[in-house]
């Protein structure tokens, strides 16, 4: 596995340093609770629901696949997973909750599932970035990839019906650059788009409403090919 050469901390520095000068410098790399890495989406729905919902811990359902070394005899690096105070999966769920509950869709995020709550699953499936050097610069890319199972209230039975099954995706790459972003702040930047999709989609289906015909959205997941997962720290 290839690995990004610079220190983690001093590549964060570097990161931030970029930023505009009114933005406050937060070293912390944690895109869960540092706003200079990752702003939450400003979703919220126009039909708040009567339902309440239980997201699990997101599960890492990253597997770990060769990468290329290199594009046309031009380097490859990619980030990975020591760059980050926590473990990415960790933060991803810690942000979902905070926008599941900001997007008013549920009428309460709760931490045991009550029958007749919803039950959200989360799966990492990608977060991988990294640059390409090029003649003259670098060009940066980033994927990220989510699947969310929701599941019914209870049946007579106890069971519960697989009513969403999505996996939302977001691939993010600069233009070739002397001064590219950082593939961890497309990383970010891909992470907002899936959870604004992750969100709409949510909104939709009218899982969270009790007295509304619900839209199930279940499909196949959706393979990602030819992007790996990161080295675990």
């Known amino acids: ?15 931030l340093l970029a930023l505009p000068a009114c933005s406050t410098a937060d070293y912390t790399a944690d895109f869960a609770n540092n706003e200079n890495l990752y702003v939450d989406v400003p979703f919220a729905t126009q039909l708040p629901g009567d339902r309440a919902v239980c997201v699990t811990p997101t599960t890492d359902g990253r597997t770990p696949v060769p990468l290329p070394v290199n594009e046309r005899g031009f380097p490859i690096t990619y980030t990975n997973d020591e760059f980050w105070e926590r473990p990415v999966p960790a933060m991803l769920g810690d942000v979902l909750r905070r926008q599941i509950e900001s997007s008013e869709l549920f009428v309460e995020l709760s931490d045991q599932p009550a029958a007749d709550a919803i039950v959200l699953k989360p799966t990492l499936v990608t977060f991988l970035g990294g640059s390409t050097e090029a003649i003259s610069g670098r060009r940066a890319f980033a994927d990220v990839a989510l699947r969310l199972q929701a599941f019914g209230p209870q049946g007579p039975d106890g069971a519960r019906t697989l009513l969403v099954d999505q996996t939302f995706a977001s691939k993010q790459a600069s233009p070739t650059d002397i001064n590219p972003p950082s593939p961890y702040k497309l990383l970010c930047r891909g992470l907002q788009q899936v959870m604004a999709r992750a969100l709409s989609t949510l909104d939709g289906s009218n899982i969270a409403r ?15 090919a030819g992007v790996p997962a990161a080295p675990a720290r």
């Open 1 to 15: 596995m290839a690995r990004m050469a610079t220190h983690p901390r001093r590549l964060l520095a570097a990161i």
């Open 210 to 224: 009790s007295n509304v015909p619900a839209n199930p959205v279940v499909a196949p997941p959706t393979p990602v």
